[in-house]
């Protein structure tokens, strides 16, 4: 791609939003970007602004989900996926260079886009009295992590991914580049956040409450850091950044309550095993489904560390076309995607592969049961979820089961949450397992903060007012078996969110081979399960294959062996 559509893309992407149709036709590009455009603050701020707005953009969620999500066990194909060769493809495990979603233009625009903040900002602040230096360090910090944001999803998609920090907006700058392991570009990726972490902002004014987390704040640096240390198996650093960020809503959990003087429904919850989680039961404890609400319905809540924000109340702002395309809408329901059989089942044949027992609130809130056959994804695509126990019986909760209406084809407003305080309370479980004894004469205290965590996350969802229906510890004393649970538990709570996949991968680079991810994809498939079988049992196919335009374009970049013709070696 050429460098000046790049940066024409940022600009682009920003226009609706600060008013700049007829931008472009004034001057050529390079004499708009030197001359015209970097001289005041807002134009800094319109270019931040545009890289939302391209994160924000369909092609980029959905590539969120296809790559986080799609070829795991929690999905399988919806309505018309025949229309769609792509779709039809990955759902098959028959995954080509040709394939669509291979495409990654619109990470590495937001990424240029973020490397021409991080190099320009400071001339502006030059020219520009009111831009203080606190402000520009704020506004580096954010463009960091934004284009740390993006790697990080590339490299947890393809591994290796050509790597660069310098802006591109000249013809005769080269972008060709070869690609950088993914462990360099993890390390620096680190070593940048870890750089600007304290310059970001921590809490944006009360006048803007969406900023708060649809923007990068401080919390979301140190969620991004909690993760990326899991992946780089530090876990010593990934629980040191989960505890900033669960001291962090702790600490806002107190504000509020001392500001209104105790519990408020709504407002102040109660805390759950001591953690600040929003409570999914109303009052009396005879209805659940309000963190449901809270969370993905009215979006940006308490729990919230960072989110892609559309306006719900105004039509003429971007939708979320990726939810509305892919999990369903009010025309199409299901959409191109619905819930692996198993799951949509696991209640009803009382099977209990995902969900502990028909009192986990989440089997419903994820999703929609119809029939013995027919199941929806619920989570992002309705206004509601909710269980009204006073409706149900003691062995079927389902007469008590209301979901919401599905929203308008093309007018989804569900925020897309890349972070949310349960996520990383399960990150930190995750990395307390793996800080285990292999053995031990008792209990590690590891394995007990691992099940704490799990716990209170687990009870939130658990509508059982007997107590009978709790997870019991003593089952999950060992590393192996906390291994197992937080992986189930993530899978319950986080499910369709865009993490599964990534979940899956980072398991099998731990493990060093992908058996267990094998044995969990492959309980969605009902045919060609031996073919899945042989193509995953390579750790190189768990990734995606470089598209073909970029190797083309790009004589540096050298393909995947898993979809390279007729090769058969491995990078690992």
Known sequence: MKAYKIFATALLAACPLVGCEDFLNLKPLNDIVLENFWNEKSDVDNMISGCYSTMQSRDFVERLMVWGEVRSDNIVAGNNVNGNVDYSNIFQENLRENNGFTKWDKFYSVINSCNLIIQYAPQVAQKSPDYTQSALRATIAEAT???????????????????????????????????????DILNALIADLESIQNDAVKIYPETDPLYQTGRITQEAIHAMLCEMYLWKEDYAKCVYYADLVIQSKMDKYNEKYQRYGGIVTGVVDELVEGYPLISDANSTRTTYGSAYTQIFVNGNSSESIFELTYMKDNDNMLSNGAVSYCYGNDVTFPGLYRPADFIGSDVS???????????????????????????????????????????????????????????????????????????????????????????????????????????????????????????????????????????????????????????????????????????????????????????LSKMDAIYWPYNENELDVNPYLVQNPAFAIGESTTIE
Request: net charge neutral.
């Open 349 to 535: 044949d009382k099977s209990f592969q995902v969900f502990t027992s028909m009192y986990d609130t989440r089997a419903y809130e994820n999703v929609q049961s119809n029939s013995d056959t027919d199941f929806r994804i619920n989570k992002y695509t309705t206004d509601g979820a909710s269980i009204d126990l006073t409706k149900a019986t003691s062995d079927d909760l389902t007469g008590g089961v209301t979901h919401g209406t599905p929203y308008r084809e093309k007018y989804c407003k569900a925020n897309w949450i890349v972070y949310r305080l349960t996520d990383i309370m399960l990150l930190k479980a995750e990395a307390l397992a793996q800080m285990a004894p292999e053995e031990s004469a008792t209990k590690p205290s590891e394995i007990s903060q691992a099940f704490k965590l799990v716990n209170s996350v687990n009870l939130r969802s658990n509508c059982d007012r007997t107590g009978m229906q709790k997870l019991d510890s003593n089952m999950y004393t060992t590393k192996a078996t906390m291994q197992n649970l937080v992986m189930e538990e993530r899978q319950r709570e986080l499910m369709f969110e865009g993490k599964r996949w990534f979940d899956l991968v980072r398991r099998a680079r731990r493990d060093g081979n992908t058996e267990y991810l094998v044995n969990q994809v492959t309980r969605k498939y009902t045919t060609n399960i031996t073919a899945v079988e042989s193509k």
């Open 145 to 183: 992590a934004l284009r740390s944001l993006c790697y990080f999803y590339l490299i947890r998609a393809f591994r290796d991914v050509p790597y660069t920090t310098e802006a591109y907006m000249d013809d005769n700058q080269t972008m060709a580049l070869p690609a950088s392991k993914f462990e």
